[in-house]
């Protein structure tokens, strides 16, 4: 049934989302920032979890949610106080939810075992703190489906025999209470006629004249005789839902033959002030709580109330945002047929054209904000993830997050979870010490792990710090010299030695562990960041920790180039990459080998790749001297020094697909369009770079060498 | 002339279950998330039949019903309650603000149209 | 291979290569555009020309003739790109000038002669005689270089 399936997905996306408010909320109460209101948030998000859960008869899912509620019902009511072994003993139920949920999902299994050990352990704490309470919990354990919930009026009367079949009747009086709330007796008896020939009296006698009827008050009772073949049970389970506002009297006939007592209604309850009076006194009780929550929802939702949303299919921002990349191509092509032209630059027509590049800035400024999006997404996936580290390395974690708003694009933020996860496990295994080595240090048991992220010139920076150990140098060093990676006598400051830890093959644990040493070092994470244009560096201080910074950049879609010439070729290398241009004498370039050679710089010798030649544009190597360096730091901290014949500049450029129409390309990131209207190649410069690596190990020299 | 249900659940969920069963069974159905956009409902829209959730930001079910029964036009429309929640006390509570019935989540679409027929005259 | 399109007559877009003529299924036909020249990619085929901008998108250009093995061609003011829809992807093909549009019926298309050169047999899926002439219907699947199996690692 694909309705049923559609109201499925939105179960789970919904549930996502109950989800993160739920870990959120938790979080709040672990950092002792919660309220009522966070309480009564992360009961909710439990609470629509099962109630949805139910729908679709996922009975794990519902048997532990309800299980998780009760002890958070227990909670929000102040019967059990949210101290810190509860929150996270809260954290570690909300993992465990999640988990279900992926099962539900279809996606994972879920470990069995540690389900009902958690609902257990959640179980002992209603039992311990609210024993009292038990029964009623009880009660909504396994609610039926079709459960009418009212509780069923017990009258006391006496059981008639079984024998006795003489007719029912029945008394019935609804109170003004019952037509206030919805009810009519008409419905009554129509669901009474429905259990048979019914014979009904109605019984005006409490009717005042005209002038005195309160048209708000209940007046009238029945006398109704049902047949006495109708089940009992099948005629109070129509009063059930009425309860105690329409009292009734039942009995059998031969019981039944004095009138109806006189005060069915407690008394009141047919006065209609003395109502209204019970209404009001209820509603400090009943209604203040609500005014709270809408207090504080107010403030809580102000940005919600205050700017309305709408959802949009990503497609359709996806093409805008292709869209007005080509009108800034359009723009900056018209800019330069203009200027081309030789029109003056006061003329109108070259004024018009600024303003107009001033506007097309601004709604690729816009447009790309519709598709920013917090890092909060991937933030929230974090401590988990921190929990289960620190649990299976046997270490005491508080993460502490910052600047979970700053936002970025989106194609950025599906691609910071990788590397903030690696980051994150480094941190965690290699930063900090065991209780017992910080205790030993002088710090306190725990460590502390922060993950922030903010804008820095028009980057976004991801910082992950600890405060652990720091990073040990002289074995560090000693690594990379055992490894190869450095020479014994190789001049390194403090900062080079941290980031050698960067190096392809580099592991500084003695023993692989099973959190780092799952095939990924920080040389693969390092790469997958200058891959997406960005760059990582460590700091440290022995015994204070150590801070990764990841800067990327705020959106895929364009980069900052600096645009060159090879040739008759025009070629753009992104920025970022670049350390520094140059423009060597002609004895700074030594050959080494038949066909390589090297550039000195600052007494270090550093591979010269020839731009033109790599991408097989011509058969010689321009003179370095004639032409410009490139000095660019590749993957695994390595340096090579790319030559081109020219500089033009450096401009925004937006990145086209090279695969969308074609297919990748050796040595190729991207395409982008130029003011010219011509299609250029943005550089891949670690797989430029890669490739004479390789070439050069097919060199004749260097493979005997080897 | 088809019946107009309210619906009020935070729920996006089971608002959509809810949209479905109900408009399958041909009832007029107006949708509110939360006890403060159910009584803005309300004003607009002349419902035959309420149906609230009790857990809900903003307001909840409880002062959603009582402000249903103190506003005039709608002191005598049934309000069901549609919640996973099955104590006495909450159901107690509930009547007192004024609830008609009471229905307990996970619901069969078939009890649902019956608890609503069985409310509506 | 057409017999299910008996009743309808295909539309065919033809061009000439030398003395040569070819035609395409106009079905396939997205646009017919002027001649401007492509940037090269590196360590590409040599009828790769290069790839030019088609409003925002890159579009790969490909030398027909030299597809074909017929030499290289020369791009002239004359020469057009035939934009054409190769599965999902949009590529240019550069001729030296599209002649006419034509009708056939599919039932008329001979199967291509065994002449057991392979560029044929990939390229060629059918042969139209017209008044005379002989216009070998070019396939498309095969046209772009195939990928480089080193991704999939």
């Not at chain 1, 789970?12 to 002792?32: K, S």
């Not at chain 1, 609500?290 to 107010?298: L, P, S, V, Y």
């Not at chain 1, 790749?609 to 032409?627: K, N, T």
Request: net charge negative.
């Amino acid at each position: 049934m694909d309705a049923m399936d559609a109201i499925k997905v939105t179960y789970f996306q919904e549930c996502d989302e109950l989800l993160q408010e739920l870990e959120q909320g938790l979080l709040a109460l672990e950092a002792g920032e919660g309220d009522g209101e966070t309480i009564n948030a992360v009961f909710r998000a439990v609470h629509s979890v099962k109630g949805g859960a139910g729908a679709f008869g996922f009975d794990a899912l519902v048997a532990f949610a309800h299980v998780f509620e009760t002890v958070l019902d227990e909670m929000r009511s102040g019967r059990l106080d949210a101290d810190l072994d509860i929150v996270k003993l809260m954290l570690r139920a909300s993992d465990v939810l999640t988990d279900l949920l992926q099962a539900a999902k279809g996606e994972g299994s879920v470990d069995q075992a540690r389900a009902d050990a958690m609902a257990a352990e959640l179980e002992a704490l209603t039992k311990e703190d609210a024993a009292a309470e038990a029964p009623a919990v009880a009660a909504g354990e396994a609610p039926a489906a079709d459960e009418w919930g009212f509780t069923p009026l017990r009258m006391q009367i006496d059981e008639p025999s079984a024998a006795q079949q003489g007719d029912w009747r029945l008394a019935l009086k609804p109170t003004t209470a019952a037509y206030a709330k919805g009810h009519d007796a008409a419905v009554l008896l129509r669901e009474l006629a429905r259990l048979g020939q019914i014979e009904s009296r109605c019984d005006f006698s409490a009717l005042p004249d005209f002038g005195a009827l309160a048209p708000e008050q209940a007046y009238l009772s029945w006398d109704v005789r049902v047949p006495g073949g109708v089940d009992e049970t099948a005629i109070r389970e129509i009063f059930d839902f009425v309860g105690d506002d329409c009292p009734i009297e039942l009995a059998r006939e031969e019981w039944a033959i004095e009138a109806p007592p006189p005060a069915i209604d407690p008394p009141g309850e047919t006065d209609i002030s003395a109502l209204i009076a019970r209404v009001q006194d209820s509603q400090p009780r009943e209604a203040s709580p609500a005014a709270d929550d809408a207090g504080a929802a107010k403030g809580q939702r102000a940005e919600g109330a205050a700017s309305p949303t709408i959802r949009v299919g990503l497609d359709r921002v996806d093409r805008l945002i292709n869209l007005v990349g080509e009108l800034v191509i359009n723009q900056a092509m018209l800019t330069q047929r203009v200027a081309e032209s030789g029109l003056a630059r006061s003329s109108t027509v070259a004024i018009g054209l600024d303003e107009l590049e001033q506007l097309t800035r601004e709604i690729q400024d816009s447009v790309m904000a519709i598709r920013a999006q917090p890092v909060k997404s991937v933030f929230q996936r974090m401590p988990r993830l921190v929990r289960e580290i620190a649990g299976s390395t046997g270490k005491q974690v508080r993460l502490v997050t910052e600047g979970e708003n700053t936002e970025v694009d989106k194609t950025v933020v599906e691609r910071l979870s990788d590397p903030i996860t690696h980051m994150l496990r480094n941190a965690i295994d290699h930063g900090l010490e065991s209780p017992e080595e910080r205790v030993a240090a002088g710090k306190g048991p725990e460590g502390t792990v922060r993950l922030a992220a903010l804008h820095r010139s028009g980057r976004i920076v991801i910082e992950v710090s600890d405060d652990g150990k720091g990073i040990n140098r002289p074995r560090v060093r000693e690594i990379a010299v055992n490894k190869g990676l450095i020479s014994p006598d190789a001049q390194l400051s403090d900062d080079e030695i941290d980031n050698l830890i960067f190096l392809p093959g580099f592991s500084t644990a003695s023993s692989i562990s099973n959190i780092s040493g799952r095939g990924v070092g920080m040389d693969v994470v390092k790469r997958s960041i200058q891959g997406l244009g960005g760059r990582i560096s460590i700091s440290s201080a022995p015994g204070r920790g150590s801070t990764f910074t990841l800067s990327l950049p705020l959106t895929l879609a364009v980069l900052d180039g600096m645009v060159v010439s090879a040739g008759e070729h025009t070629l753009v290398a992104p920025l970022t990459a670049i350390v520094e241009t140059l423009q060597p004498k002609p004895g700074d370039v030594r050959a080494l080998g038949p066909r390589s050679s090297v550039l000195t710089v600052r007494g270090g010798h550093v591979p010269l790749i020839d731009v033109g030649m790599a991408l097989g544009w011509r058969d010689h190597p321009i003179d370095p001297s004639e032409g410009v360096v490139l000095l660019i730091e590749s993957e695994g901290g390595g340096r090579a020094a790319i030559v081109v014949d020219a500089i033009q500049g450096q401009r925004q450029v937006v990145i086209k697909s090279l695969e969308e129409n074609y297919q990748r390309v050796d040595a190729v990131a991207a395409a982008t369009i130029l003011g010219d209207g011509r299609v250029a190649l943005i550089l891949d410069l670690d797989a430029l770079v890669n490739s004479q690596r390789t070439e050069r190990f097919d060199s004749p020299l260097l493979a005997e060498a080897s | 002339m088809s019946k107009t249900i309210l619906t009020v659940d935070d729920s996006r969920m089971m608002r959509e279950m809810l949209l479905k069963v109900l408009s399958e069974a041909g009832f007029n159905v107006v949708q509110a998330e939360d006890g403060v956009a159910g009584l803005e409902a309300l004003a607009a829209a002349a419902p035959d039949v309420i149906i609230t959730d009790i857990n809900m930001p903003r307001m909840d079910g409880y002062g959603f019903i009582d402000g249903v029964r103190r506003e005039g036009r709608h002191r005598a429309t049934p309000i069901l309650v549609l919640s996973t929640e099955s104590s006495a006390e909450k159901k107690q509570r509930a009547r007192e603000a004024g609830a008609t019935g009471w229905i307990v989540k996970p619901f069969k679409a078939e009890s649902l149209i019956e608890a609503i027929r069985r409310v509506s005259s | 291979m057409d017999a299910d399109h008996h009743t309808e007559t295909v539309e065919l877009i033809s061009f000439r290569i030398d003395s040569q003529e070819f035609c395409l299924d106009i079905m396939a036909v997205r646009e017919i555009r002027g001649w401007t020249a492509a940037t090269p990619l590196p360590h590409s085929p040599p009828f790769v020309r290069g790839v030019i901008n088609l409003r925002g998108a890159v579009l790969p250009i490909l030398d027909l003739k030299a597809r074909l093995g017929l030499g290289d061609a020369e791009p002239s003011a004359r020469s057009v790109i035939i934009v054409v829809q190769v599965g999902k992807r949009l590529v240019g093909l550069l001729v030296d000038g599209v002649s006419e549009i034509l009708a056939a019926d599919p039932n008329t298309v001979q199967a291509t002669p065994n002449v057991g050169c392979d560029v044929v047999t990939r390229f060629v899926r059918g042969i139209i005689t017209l008044e005379g002439r002989m216009i070998s219907w070019i396939a498309l699947d095969d046209i772009l270089p195939p990928e480089e199996t080193a991704e999939a690692a």
